[in-house]
């Protein structure tokens, strides 16, 4: 089935979310405004609120995670849901349980929604294909494909810093676009958002074939790249991705792509500074840079909570109408 009817059902809200190439303007921009809402949530002292009271929420992590199963447990919890973290390397997936099997025995204790990271780009849209109607699943990252909850707390991050006039924005993603799945999430929610310009840097072995076609302008220089832009995304290296000898060395990489700042002088004045996270300190970016007053790197975390509370509430109040 096509990821759009997947993941919108027929008035328009949220089924699954898998990819934000899956979504339109007017969701994204819920999605925003509904985390918005929540980020006042977890700023109180009471951070609870009971939209999913009695909801039962699966975390199913076949890839490590430190940000992204942490923030999804926390919205959760915040959401006053009951929460299952399954341990896949104790689960019976070590003994050659398929996803399917694992999908379904999981499916029979009644549960509400999973949230899934998996190795494999396309696991969460076959678990959305194969789902019982009721149940939402929630992309947390698969295989070089896509990271959704991270490319919209990051817009949700500009948003938050720049206004909402994203036309008048600059933005460089910086890094191993080619085995990034956030790389390719971001590009997409920015292009949603009619940003002004995207611009990906890159050597030119960490760069799509594909690239020009997501809609972004292709830069092989890191201080023309980042001319004048507001905002710097720096992307890790994905060793764990990559296939033969794709760079000399970490150093020489750091010496030439590596986010400095000496380098961020180039940059806009006001130049914001974002990660993902996890950061390599010294091969993508300096400590100076990481640590310094441009970067929101641990604001971006702390929105993940509120945007990914937004997901999960908004693909539940769809599935509290749909009749089991
Ligand atoms: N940004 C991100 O996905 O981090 P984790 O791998 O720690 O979840």
Do not use: W
Not at 234 to 258: F, K, N, T
Not at 287 to 293: C, Q, R
């Amino acid at each position: 089935m096509n990821v759009k009817n997947l993941q919108i059902d027929n008035n328009g809200r949220l089924r699954h979310l898998l990819c934000i190439s899956g979504l339109n303007h007017q969701l994204l921009t819920d999605i925003l405004d509904t985390a918005e809402s929540f980020a006042g949530v977890t700023e109180q002292t009471v951070k609870k609120v009971p939209l999913l009271r009695g909801k039962t929420i699966v975390n199913m992590f076949f890839e490590a995670s430190t940000r992204t199963r942490t923030t999804f447990e926390l919205a959760a919890k915040r959401l006053s849901a009951d929460v299952l973290n399954i341990n896949i390397t104790q689960s019976s997936t070590s003994k050659g349980e398929t996803l399917l099997d694992t999908l379904r025995n999981l499916e029979a204790m009644h549960v509400d929604m999973f949230i899934v990271r998996h190795a494999d780009s396309g696991a969460a849209h076959f678990m959305a294909a194969n789902v019982a109607p009721h149940i939402s699943i929630i992309n947390a990252g698969d295989g070089r494909h896509s990271h959704p909850t991270q490319a919209l707390l990051d817009m949700f991050t500009i948003r938050r810093i720049k206004g909402p006039d994203f036309g008048r924005l600059r933005v460089a993603i910086v890094g191993d676009i080619q085995h990034s799945r956030v790389a390719r999430s971001q590009i997409h929610a920015l292009n949603l958002l009619n940003t002004g310009e995207v611009r990906i840097v890159a050597p030119k072995t960490l760069i799509p074939a594909y690239a020009e076609t997501l809609g972004a302008h292709v830069y092989h220089d890191l201080c023309t790249g980042i001319q004048d832009v507001d905002v710097i995304i720096m992307l890790r290296l994905q060793r764990e991705r990559m296939q033969g000898a794709l760079l000399p060395s970490e150093h020489e990489y750091y010496e030439l792509y590596g986010l400095t700042e000496e380098k961020l002088a180039y940059a806009s004045d006001d130049v914001t500074v974002m990660h993902p996270g996890p950061i390599n300190r010294g091969v993508e970016m300096d400590s100076e840079v990481a640590d310094g007053p441009r970067s929101v790197i641990l604001e971006q975390v702390t929105h993940g909570i509120a945007v990914r509370m937004a997901v999960m509430s908004m693909a539940m109040r769809q599935r509290q109408e749909v009749p089991e």
